[in-house]
């Protein structure tokens, strides 16, 4: 079953912060953050494990919350560049390699 | 470092027909997973190929087939293309063994069933 993202659309003016929710109603290994821009292929923003291990770009943060089965990701200071689609995808086994199941994605849009 | 490439880039097939897709990992991954993107839709797991076998399949019927070559690329097939194909094919490729399973995508196919 997929997760759930939430919200679906946030608008942001430059500078200003967000947060995008992932919940699965399955329990996790790990959670997977990606952002894709129209048209283009989704990219690698963080991972985040059981446990609490965690590996992602110095500028984008997150949590992950093994017993509720949440995931948060924290955009702070937004830009320009930050405005697409962000997915969180969901791992249920720690197999290498192994599936990532997706929310249906939230829209941000950055203004000036 | 190359990353992961994808060919084509966009196909137009009709109905009935059948079409191949192509995926090169990104350079020292073994590992190759097929998605489908809906627009609008995250992207839904197709199947998964390591050391050359499906090890792990989605729901999707067996119109859609793989294949993973000893140099670790991967096509993808689909038989009796039905309009409700036509969506972007991304590839990810990751490599076994690793601590954090990083999956980076390719640039996708737009396949359009007419």
């Known amino acids: 079953q997929q997760p759930v993202q939430s919200p679906q659309a946030v608008i942001l003016r430059e500078g200003e912060d967000a947060v995008i929710n992932c919940s699965s109603s399955k329990a996790l290994y790990s959670v997977h953050w990606y952002r894709q821009k129209h048209g283009e292929a989704p990219v690698f923003l963080m991972i985040l494990l059981k446990g609490g291990e965690q590996k992602g770009h110095e500028k984008i943060s997150a949590s992950f919350n093994e017993k509720k089965q949440q995931s948060s990701l924290y955009l702070t200071a937004s830009q320009l560049s930050y405005s697409g689609t962000y997915f969180c995808g969901t791992e249920t086994s720690g197999t290498s390699g192994s599936r990532l199941t997706f929310g249906e994605g939230t829209q941000l849009t950055v203004n000036p | 470092d190359a990353g992961v490439t994808q060919s084509p880039t966009h196909l137009i097939k009709t109905r009935g027909q059948q079409v191949t897709l192509r995926c090169s990992p990104k350079s020292g991954h073994d590992t190759v997973c097929w998605y489908q993107q809906a627009l609008g839709q995250g992207p839904q797991f197709i199947f998964q190929y390591y050391e050359e076998e499906e090890r792990q399949r989605g729901n999707f019927p067996d119109r859609f087939s793989g294949h993973q070559f000893p140099n670790y690329s991967s096509e993808l097939n689909v038989n009796a293309l039905l309009l409700g194909d036509s969506a972007l094919y991304l590839c990810?490729?990751?490599?076994?063994?690793?601590?954090?399973?990083?999956?980076?995508f390719g640039p996708g196919t737009r396949l359009t069933v007419l």
């Open positions: 990810a490729s990751s490599l076994v063994g690793l601590t954090y399973n990083e999956q980076f």
